[in-house]
């Protein structure tokens, strides 16, 4: 253990400093010492309750014997600079978290570490931090939001993003929504981003059976708290690392589960770069592939119409795994010490209503599919789920913008009609720099009933809530030279879902004439963390994170 680092002559310097701050001789020599990593800040619903939740964990942590150290990361909240370019930084906030708890780590010899986190890059990058570091290790998430109610329906932020988009929309309901829809702490209460990591590492193993859903504002995730604080404690004392949990067919597990939810796009980026830190092979096929074997059963939005407390009241992340156990490795480890299998052992689903059978599900396929062609060699990614019917297939004229806001200023104005396609370019990894979220156009087009008729394909990414014939991810980029750089306004697309095609009508002769004459536009980004994001960042289809190659003994820009 680090107390061994805090021991003898050569010590003193670190003791001296701990001293300072309160601790004792037997606190520094002979117990272990807890990282706890706390996002607290006032700037979102989401984490503004961690300073509580972390004082609870904390006395886990002494009742255990152990001696936590409590230290801040950022956090921040994507419905803060919706609409904005800002919106940009929201996936590099990732990569600077798990940079952020590495270094902290390191420098202070933990044993151990407690991740707190609710919101949707945050999570994703403890996990990142957690895979890096190897040493034990727990994720606690604030759990969700209560829904809002109005007018006797349940409503969410997702309710005020697509309203306020619509400039028909009365000024006075817009209010009365904005008003309503965040009633307390929590992540919004929805399968977006936020809730399918926050169930995601609870599939994973890396967060204790049972604990994801809890209510943020219910006085259970304060005794579950206690309990964390205490199972870290023991974790260390027993040498159960992440990269025991964390294993090929954990992965699986995770993305199985993903399938079964229906969850967020942004899952697919963050399973493949969680993979990538512990050298573990994850490929987009793989995605596919379970998809085509787990179906969606839970109904909730924007899959279905109930909350993620609905899903914690019919049972949970425990009933969802115990409903799927064919699908499932049951021998993967958990941070509670005990196999998947005995963790779900006395589980079942209470409302059959939130989550369906597999013989009788709510999407016959998983939440997930990868779609291919001349437009997407590497990948594309669909969430099916939210798709009209009438859409799986679909074939369209291109109407192409550079970026999110041309695109909603074009469906505002009335330029365009059903059967377009919106090609929003210039927004992958490299390109927007930061694989920014497309939801201007996505929120329009289905606040204005056009998601019925009208298909939307980006090289970004989406809001976890994305609903619509909506198809992210293009791989390779437009700014790395992808054949989405190259679509003309005209050029007919067709979107086959169930035979994950995605194709650009035009010769491969005359693909390939257009690739030879273009040439990248000028970087948005030259200076700061985007820039550095720009030159670093993986493709989309490697899950967008930033990853330094070594060539004869010289950082080199990643290969696209």
């Not at 150290?69 to 919106?87: D, H, M, Q």
Request: hydrophobic letters at 40%; a negative charge; proline letters at 6%.
């Amino acid at each position: 253990m680090s107390s061994a680092n805090f021991d003898g002559r050569e010590a003193a310097h670190r003791r001296a400093m701990y001293k300072g701050v309160g601790y004792s001789d037997e606190d520094l020599r002979s117990r272990p010492h807890i990282g706890l990593v706390n996002p607290a800040t006032d700037l979102s619903p989401a984490h503004a309750h961690l300073r509580q939740v972390a004082e609870w964990v904390k006395a886990g942590v002494w009742q255990a014997g152990g001696v936590p150290f409590e230290f801040g990361a950022l956090a921040t909240c994507g419905n803060i600079p919706l609409g904005l370019e800002t919106l940009k930084y929201e996936l590099v906030i990732r990569d600077v978290m798990a940079a952020s708890i590495e270094i902290v780590a390191r420098e202070h010899l933990f044993d151990g570490l407690v991740l707190l986190s609710s919101c949707d890059n945050l999570i994703p990058g403890q996990l990142m931090a957690a895979a890096r570091l190897d040493i034990p290790s727990i994720l606690f998430t604030g759990g969700p939001m209560m829904a809002g109610r109005l007018e006797g329906r349940d409503i969410t932020s997702a309710d005020v993003s697509e309203a306020v988009v619509d400039p028909s929309f009365p000024e006075q309901q817009l209010r009365r929504l904005e008003d309503n829809a965040c009633p307390g702490y929590g992540a919004c209460p929805l399968m977006g981003t936020a809730n399918t990591m926050q169930i995601l590492s609870e599939a994973f193993g890396m967060s204790l059976s049972g604990s994801s859903t809890v209510p943020a504002v219910s006085s259970k995730r304060f005794t579950w708290a206690q309990r964390v604080g205490r199972s870290i404690v023991e974790l260390v004392r027993r040498g159960l690392k992440p990269a025991r949990i964390l294993s090929p067919n954990a992965f699986r597990n995770a993305i199985a589960v993903d399938m079964a939810i229906g969850g967020s796009t942004n899952a697919v980026l963050h399973i493949l770069s969680i993979a990538r830190e512990l050298g573990i092979e994850v490929e987009l096929d793989l995605f596919d592939e379970i998809s085509r074997i787990v179906p969606c059963l839970v109904s909730v939005v924007p899959n279905g119409k109930y909350s993620v407390i609905d899903f914690h009241n019919a049972g949970g992340v425990p009933a969802l795994l115990a409903e799927i156990r064919q699908h499932l490795d049951l021998s993967c480890f958990t941070v509670d010490g005990l196999t998947l299998e005995d963790c779900i052992a006395s589980a079942s689903v209470l409302d059959r209503k939130v989550i369906a059978t597999l013989d009788d599900p709510v999407y016959s396929e998983g939440g997930l599919a990868v779609l291919r062609g001349n437009l997407a060699p590497h990948g594309a990614i669909v969430r099916p789920t939210s798709v009209k019917p009438e859409m799986r297939v679909f074939e369209g004229l291109a109407r192409v913008f550079e970026s999110d806001q041309e695109g909603l200023r074009a469906v505002q104005d009335g330029r365009i009609k059903p059967g377009d396609v919106m090609v929003i370019r210039y927004e992958g990894p490299r390109g927007a720099p930061g694989m920014k979220e497309v939801m201007l156009s996505t929120d329009i087009l289905y606040q204005t009933g056009l998601d019925n008729s009208v298909g939307l394909i980006t090289d970004g990414r989406f809001s976890g809530f994305n609903r619509g014939a909506i198809v992210g991810h293009v791989s390779p980029e437009a700014a790395a030279g992808g054949a989405i750089a190259v679509v003309k306004d005209g050029d007919r697309i067709k979107v086959d879902i169930p035979n994950r095609g995605l194709e650009l009508g035009v010769s491969e002769q005359e693909l390939g004439r257009r690739l030879e004459q273009w040439s990248p536009p000028p970087a948005k980004c030259t200076s700061g963390i985007l820039a550095a994001y720009a030159l670093l960042a993986e493709p989309a289809h490697e899950g967008a994170a930033f990853r330094a190659r070594y060539e004869n003994g010289e950082i080199s820009r990643l290969s696209r």
